[in-house]
C-alpha cells in the first residue's frame, strides 16, 4: 500500500542545533518526494521537492531509495523555522493533486 | 494577489445541520481542489474542479457531500446533515493549469458538536 510516514508529531529542538524531520514512504515505482510547510496562521506551502535537488531556507532532502526514506535536514535551526512540516509523495503518473501525505511534524525551535 | 482564500476559517455546526465551505481561488486559477485532513492524519484528496466541471471526486464520501465551482463566485464544499466524524480541516488549493503546482489556503476548521 501506498503510504507515507513521518514518526515524529512532534520535535522540539534549540536554535543552531541541527534539526532532521524524518519522513518514510512505502510505494511500489518511483515516486516524487516532496516537502510542504505551514507557519503560524499561513497557508500550506511547497518548500521543497526532490527532484529539485535544491536548497530552500536552508533545508535540503535527499531521497534515499534503499531507505524508502526522504527526510528533512537543516544544519543550524532558526527560530523562524518553527512551522508543521509534511512530507507528500505522488506516483510517476499521478496528477499534481494526487498526493499521499504523512501526517504532519510540529517543529518547535527553542530560543 | 490575494492568495487562494477560504472562508470561514472555523465553522461549529450542530449534528444534522448543514455546512458551507468556500474557497476563492487564486485570480487566473480555475483549478480547485479540496482535500480534508482528520485528527493525528495527513491531508486525503477530495474533489477537483474546473470552472462548472468536476473533473474527479473519487475521494469525496458518496453520501452527504458535494462540491461545485461556478462560473461566477467561489467553489463550495457543502456536508449536509453534519456528523461529529465530519469535524476536520477541510483545504483547498488552486492551480492556473492541470498539473502544475497548487496553492492552498489557510484551510476551515469544522467543528461537529
Known amino acids: 500500500a501506498q503510504r507515507v510516514t513521518q514518526p515524529e508529531k512532534l520535535l522540539s529542538v534549540f536554535k543552531g542545533a541541527p534539526v532532521e524531520l524524518k519522513c518514510n514512504y512505502s510505494?511500489?515505482?518511483?515516486?516524487?518526494l516532496f516537502w510542504y510547510v505551514q507557519y503560524s496562521r499561513q497557508r500550506l506551502q511547497l518548500l521543497l521537492r526532490?527532484?529539485?535537488?535544491?536548497s530552500i531556507k536552508g533545508f535540503t532532502a535527499d531521497l534515499n531509495k534503499g531507505e524508502t526514506s526522504f527526510h528533512l535536514k537543516k544544519p543550524f535551526a532558526q527560530e523562524e523555522d518553527s512551522a508543521m512540516y509534511y512530507c507528500?509523495?505522488?506516483?510517476?503518473?499521478?496528477?499534481?493533486?494526487?498526493?499521499?501525505w504523512g501526517a504532519g511534524t510540529k517543529l518547535i525551535i527553542k530560543p | 494577489n490575494a492568495g487562494v482564500m477560504q472562508n470561514p476559517r472555523h465553522l461549529v455546526r450542530r449534528r444534522g445541520q448543514e455546512a458551507r465551505l468556500r474557497c476563492s481561488p487564486m485570480?487566473?486559477?480555475?483549478?480547485v481542489y479540496w482535500y480534508r485532513q482528520l485528527p493525528e492524519e495527513g491531508l486525503k484528496f477530495m474533489v477537483y474542479?474546473?470552472?462548472?466541471?468536476?473533473?474527479?471526486e473519487s475521494g469525496m464520501p458518496k453520501e452527504r457531500f458535494s462540491a461545485e465551482f461556478p462560473k461566477e463566485g467561489p467553489s463550495i464544499l457543502r456536508i449536509q446533515q453534519v456528523v461529529r466524524g465530519d469535524s476536520a480541516a477541510y483545504f483547498c488549493?488552486?492551480?492556473?493549469?492541470?498539473?502544475?503546482?497548487?496553492?492552498f489556503g489557510q484551510g476551515t476548521r469544522l467543528t461537529v458538536v
Open positions: 510505494y511500489s515505482g518511483s515516486p516524487e
Open positions: 507528500a509523495l505522488s506516483g510517476p503518473m499521478d496528477s499534481n493533486y494526487q498526493l499521499i
Open positions: 485570480k487566473g486559477h480555475s483549478h
Open positions: 526532490h527532484i529539485s535537488r535544491e
Open positions: 488549493a488552486s492551480s492556473p493549469y492541470t498539473n502544475t503546482e497548487a496553492f
Open positions: 474542479l474546473q470552472k462548472e466541471n468536476i473533473i474527479d
